[in-house]
């Protein structure tokens, strides 16, 4: 074989490694987007169906409804209801604690790799690279203009249960009114709140964007790890605890 054709053949050698190797890269890229993009449609319709959750939990919650369900396709993954974070709540007026509680919020949570999604304590929280909330607590600050008081309203949901369903198919989860309890305080006083969660750091910013609606000194928020401790001054208060119990079946 004469130099010009081993030249040629080497040409073509060179030529076709360079087209391989730019099609194995472009494979992998397309790929790697059509993945991601399956798991951002997946997860936006996990977040979707959660608000539908949080919206019958709220229902069973406000009208005392005994039961009420909701059927997800979970299509990978799984769905369980677990005890959760925790949350310590005091009530402090004219320097006495008139009011105290503590307990395990409980979580409904879908998991798929390293990314999940939940309900926990009346919000719907995402969790990836950061935990960023999907639909915000009940928890809330109204200032009034002619007096210029403070009312503060926080409704605490507790979730109870166990469970959990996973790989392809439905999840049926049955949300069942436990109790509740209100406590109006009219008197000036200010709450704290101790959270731990997973998601702590989304509580964070969303304490702190509720903070914009009040003076600076209303509201302080205080993250040491995945617990968060929420100190709000206010005139007049309304604190409400819902309990639900939580099942999840196929």
Known sequence: MNEKAVSNVLGFSLILGIVILALSLVFSHTYFMINDAKGKVKYESMA???RKIQNIIEYAAYSKNPVKSIRL????????VNSGGEMSVSVTSNNTTIYAYSGNMGVIEYAYMDTKVAFEN?????????PVMV???????????????TILFIALTEIR???SVGGKGFAEIEIRYNSSETKIFNTSGYVVMNIT????QAWKRYFDDLRGYTENTVLQTELNGS????SIYFNRLVLTRYVLDTTIST
Do not use: C
């Open 227 to 230: 617990t968060l401790k929420v």
């Open 73 to 80: 396709l979970i299509n990978e993954g799984s769905i369980s």
């Open 122 to 130: 009346g919000g719907v929280w995402l969790l990836s690279r950061n």
């Open 161 to 163: 249960g166990s469970g």
């Open 48 to 50: 979707q169906g959660f």
């Open 135 to 149: 639909s915000e607590p009940r928890i809330f600050i109204y200032k009034k203009t002619v007096n210029n008081e």
């Open 197 to 200: 969660s997973e998601y702590a």
